[in-house]
């Protein structure tokens, strides 16, 4: 009698620990199906001279993308110099596994993981030789995330969807609550706010596979950008929500870059945005120009371009398949570019006279400028 309950309670303790560990293996071991065609595709002379020049003159080789090609302190928030930012690296690691630099790939995961993730498991939105930011941007885990699994569909190496499934694991442990998605952690809580241009639907889409929780954060951003536009048909959203208040920001005009990556995510969850995309087209029309700040009323509030904007927006018409208006804006975007062989930034997309090239700017062109195989 007694060997029978020695028996019963080790096969319940067994019991246990296969339930435990089920639990913590189940989110990894999900089937991927990207549906995905990966080839290595031939670049143009303009993506060709940025990225050399991105390579060369605003990448260390074990360290990562330079913010900014002239070097100086950071200024608060305000990242300067040769900083390097998790949304660098999330938009140079998309490009590569796009183009299939494994290497390169490779190089960048091991900083990802070696010198930018925290101890809570979240990504440093920001680090240098000096410091590591103890706080997380969740566009930029979400966009790592999501070259991870994209990197695992093209080269098979288990590692990077290991470390694409933890860095989300911690994302929801970390910076989700009741649905809801937030902007960051501080390292020990997280934000209250959700930054709609942060709700990356497509990589949601992507994990849900992996822990089911991401399904209901996906519905619950999918409204809150749906209902953050307040002139539909106006491709402008609001910066901010507050889901405790049910309650928007009340900015008066908004960068249109980040309304224009809301737009993008919108795009990519199967959303009509004809409207919308009539109405860039109508506005690059006037001046074959778009500014870089608007109110909702659609009027521009500043008289200044950027790179970013014809490259997000351009993606987002080559992805309707509108390649006209695509074309168009690449060739405004294209004018940016230095072609003087002698510049010091030759094949930059910044400002010959000043110097100033901006990361952000010069991967989110090559992006554009890359051919896809998948949504980047």
């Given amino acids: ?14 019991i246990i620990i296969l339930s435990v560990t089920f639990v913590i293996v189940k989110p990894y071991i999900f089937k ?19 990225y050399n020049f991105l390579i060369s003159k605003m990448y260390k080789d074990g360290y990562g993308v330079y913010t900014n090609y002239l070097d100086g302190p950071n200024e608060g928030d305000i990242t300067k110099g040769h900083t390097v930012l998790s949304e660098s690296e999330g938009l140079l690691m998309l490009y590569l596994v796009n183009s299939g630099e494994k ?24 680090y240098n030789n000096s410091e590591t930011n103890k706080s997380s941007s969740t566009i930029d885990d979400l966009r790592i995330v999501r070259s991870l699994l994209y990197a695992y569909d093209r080269w098979g190496d288990f590692k990077y969807k290991y470390l694409a499934i933890s860095i989300s694991q911690d994302t929801l442990k970390k910076v989700s609550k009741e649905g809801y998605l937030y902007d960051s952690n501080d390292g020990t809580t997280s934000s209250n706010l959700v930054v709609l241009c942060y709700l990356d639907l497509k990589t949601m889409e992507l994990l849900e596979k992996s822990n089911s929780k991401w399904k209901k954060i996906y519905s619950n951003s999918l409204d809150i950008l749906k209902n953050g536009q307040p002139i539909k048909g106006v491709p402008l959203f609001k910066k901010s929500y507050l889901p405790k208040e049910n309650k928007y920001s009340d900015e008066k005009d908004v960068e249109i870059v980040y ?10 969850a199967g959303v009509d945005i004809s409207k919308e995309l009539d109405w860039l087209w109508k506005e690059f029309s006037k001046e074959n120009k778009l500014y870089i700040k608007y109110d909702f009323n659609g009027n521009r509030t500043s008289e200044f371009e950027s790179t970013s904007v014809y490259a997000i927006c351009g993606e987002i018409f080559e992805n309707a398949n509108r390649q006209t208006e695509a074309d168009a804006l690449k060739k405004r975007m294209l004018e940016f570019q230095a072609k003087n062989k002698d510049s010091e930034i030759y094949g930059s997309f910044g400002n010959e006279q000043t110097k100033v090239v901006y990361s952000y700017d010069n991967l989110n062109a090559l992006i554009f400028l890359a051919k896809k195989n998948a949504d980047l």
């Avoid at 309950?5 to 067994?14: A, E, R, S, V, Y």
């Avoid at 490779?106 to 440093?124: E, P, T, V």
């Avoid at 309304?259 to 990519?268: A, D, E, G, I």
């Fill in 259 to 268: 309304s224009l990556n809301v737009l993008k995510n919108l795009q990519l």
């Fill in 32 to 50: 991927q199906n990207l549906n995905v065609s990966w080839k290595t595709e031939e670049k143009s002379k303009e993506e060709v001279l940025n």
């Fill in 1 to 14: 009698m007694k060997k029978h309950k020695i028996i019963k309670i080790i096969l319940i303790i067994m």
């Fill in 103 to 126: 290497v390169e790939f490779d190089s960048n995961y091991d900083i990802i993981k070696n010198k930018m993730r925290l101890k809570n498991g979240l990504l440093a939105w920001r």
